[in-house]
């Protein structure tokens, strides 16, 4: 049975309500020697602090506290797994890209990332959380650089699109598109139902 349709037709039927049946939280690691088992896929969530990787967690699967979501950029500070119904892997990364910690700090945080993503033998693809509000900077495009450069399969989601209208919104997505011709880009809101859906059929589709 393809588990997965299975929760995008509840998700139809119950108003966003797709995976929110059988996921939990499982642990936080600051070292891939600690992943937990079984090993399942892993689909990975980057970006810059703040950028939103926690609210887009709770909003696929409808439910409020799955992620830890702070108005305090830099509080994800270890790789986070969500199982869901023993199938695979949601794996929130640290932030990036936040100038109020130590340089100490911020590095760990990024050799806690680049090991995770180079060294996991189940990671499936990472996605890379920008804001559609602004121009590519220098953080995210040294992230897909890095990326490109290690073949690692990644796509963009594009956050915070309700912030934006939508000839704006439109203008945003053909300039990222063209930053990213060889990579998806999925439009996002934890506030339209309708980019909610589209995200959550892109997994569908991917596992």
């Known amino acids: ?46 970006g810059r602090s703040n950028v939103g990787k926690s609210a887009l967690l709770n909003a696929i699967f409808n439910i409020k506290k799955l992620a830890k979501v702070s108005s305090t950029p830099g509080k994800t500070q270890l790789i986070n797994y969500f199982q869901v119904d023993d199938l695979f892997y949601f794996v929130d990364l640290p932030g990036y890209g936040f100038a109020k910690v130590s340089k100490s700090i911020s590095a760990s945080w990024q050799k806690m990332i680049e090991d995770f993503i180079l060294k996991s033998e189940n990671l499936r693809l990472v996605c890379l959380l920008i804001d559609s509000r602004h121009d590519l900077m220098k953080s995210d495009e040294a992230m897909a650089d890095w990326m490109n450069y290690y073949q690692i399969p990644y796509i963009v ?28 880009i999925i439009s996002f809101s934890i506030h339209i139902n309708s980019l909610k859906e589209n995200l959550i059929r892109y997994f569908d589709d991917l596992l």
């Not at 939280?25 to 990975?44: N, R, T, V």
């Not at 309700?162 to 990579?183: A, I, R």
């Open 157 to 184: 989601i594009l956050t915070k699109c309700d912030k934006l209208k939508k000839t704006k919104l439109s203008q945003q997505v053909k300039y990222f598109k063209s930053k990213f011709p060889d990579h998806h």
């Open 1 to 46: 049975m393809n588990y997965l349709k299975l929760y995008l037709n509840i998700y139809n039927e119950w108003y966003m309500k797709p995976f929110s049946a059988n996921v939990r939280f499982i642990k936080s690691i600051s070292d891939i020697k600690d992943k937990p088992g079984p090993a399942l896929p892993e689909i990975a969530f980057a």
